[in-house]
């Protein structure tokens, strides 16, 4: 399959650069099994859910992740701001792979300074990525750097420098219990306590809970143009026994299995729905089978992105283009602060 096969044309003023509010007023595409569209908003989902269906979330939650730091060498602190996104934790719990602004300034050996709180040194550079050795480590150092930080936006949400103190709210999840994504599971950016509660007594549902955490390759554009030649970025993810006993009880059942956004898709595809814990490279692309996961809540994607090959791989390619066809068309919201789908599984 080639890259072109996965294109398609979006205007710019669709992309959605704020949430609606109140959440449930976000916009739903129902894609049904046979093909066939219903547009709703999320404050009728439960008409596209069945009794007893099983919800899994995303439980990692994303943290400020943008760092604005002075640097320092032999002694000497300058003037300039230096911008450290992190991009990836090593097997040392201090050091952490970083992506620096500008970088041509930085040599090994240089401090970082963010504040009072928290200072690195560069251990290693190349270009613009550099390796940071944190002074503090673990959950600490997280706590310590949302609360420094801005949040990691993607690059299609245009802010002024620094951010709005409305994204710490806006771009964080309801059901993310500890840190460690570098970006948003956004599908759940639709949900809060007072709709899920609303959901589980029109339906019956029950809740269940995965964790993946999001790495920014997730952003990462394909450059072959075969697109079985991409390498995906590795995730780590995780499933405990008391979640997976749900998924397995619902499964034995004949109940459906609803992944909220494409994170959780990814973790149970590659978890097999079994307890457990791994790094996850999986990309799945028309033509791959889904062993878990019946239906689908996510947002609307970019063109050439994984996450569209993902879905036209789960709902059929046809139907999902025609689906972005009606939806660009209506005038639905795209990426990250956008509408959503609801996509089943094809039937025919």
């Not at 480590?137 to 420098?161: F, S, V």
């Not at 809740?207 to 999001?214: I, N, P, S, T, W």
């Not at 109940?255 to 590659?270: F, H, K, P």
């Not at 970019?302 to 689906?323: E, H, I, N, R, Y």
Request: hydrophobic share 40%.
């Amino acid at each position: 399959m080639r890259l072109s096969d996965f294109d398609f044309s979006l205007p710019e003023a669709l992309i959605a650069q704020r949430p609606v509010y109140p959440r449930a007023a976000a916009r739903l595409l129902q894609v049904r099994g046979d093909g066939s569209r219903v547009d709703r908003t999320f404050a009728d989902l439960a008409a596209c859910l069945r009794d007893g269906d099983l919800l899994v979330f995303n439980n990692s939650q994303v943290f400020a992740s943008r760092l604005i730091g002075q640097r320092e060498r032999d002694g000497q602190r300058f003037d300039g701001r230096i911008e450290v996104t992190l991009v990836a934790e090593t097997d040392e719990p201090t050091l952490w792979v970083c992506y620096a602004r500008p970088g041509k300034k930085l040599e090994p050996g240089d401090g970082l300074f963010f504040g009072d709180r928290l200072s690195a040194v560069v251990e290693a550079k190349d270009g613009a990525d550099i390796k940071l050795r944190f002074d503090a480590q673990g959950a600490d150092l997280l706590e310590t750097i949302d609360a420094l930080g801005h949040m990691p936006l993607p690059p299609y949400i245009r802010r002024a420098k620094g951010g709005e103190n409305s994204d710490r709210e806006d771009y964080r999840t309801f059901c993310g219990r500890k840190m460690g994504s570098l970006a948003a599971p956004t599908a759940s950016l639709h949900f809060d306590e007072e709709t899920l509660e609303s959901l589980r007594t029109a339906r019956a549902l029950e809740v269940a809970e995965v964790r993946l955490d999001v790495g920014l390759g997730t952003f990462a554009p394909i450059r072959s143009d075969d697109i079985s030649d991409h390498q995906m970025h590795h995730e780590s993810c995780a499933l405990d026994a008391d979640n997976a006993a749900l998924i397995a009880s619902a499964r034995a059942e004949g109940r459906r299995v609803v992944a909220v956004g494409t994170t959780v898709l990814r973790a149970l595809e590659s978890l097999r729905g079994q307890a457990g814990a791994m790094s996850t490279d999986i990309f799945l692309k028309p033509g791959d089978d889904f062993h878990v996961v019946d239906a689908l809540i996510t947002n609307f994607h970019l063109p050439q992105s994984t996450l569209f090959m993902l879905v036209c791989a789960f709902s059929g390619t046809d139907a999902m283009k025609a689906a972005y066809d009606h939806a660009i068309a209506a005038e639905y919201r795209f990426f990250s602060y956008g509408d959503g789908c609801f996509l089943e599984r094809p039937t025919g």
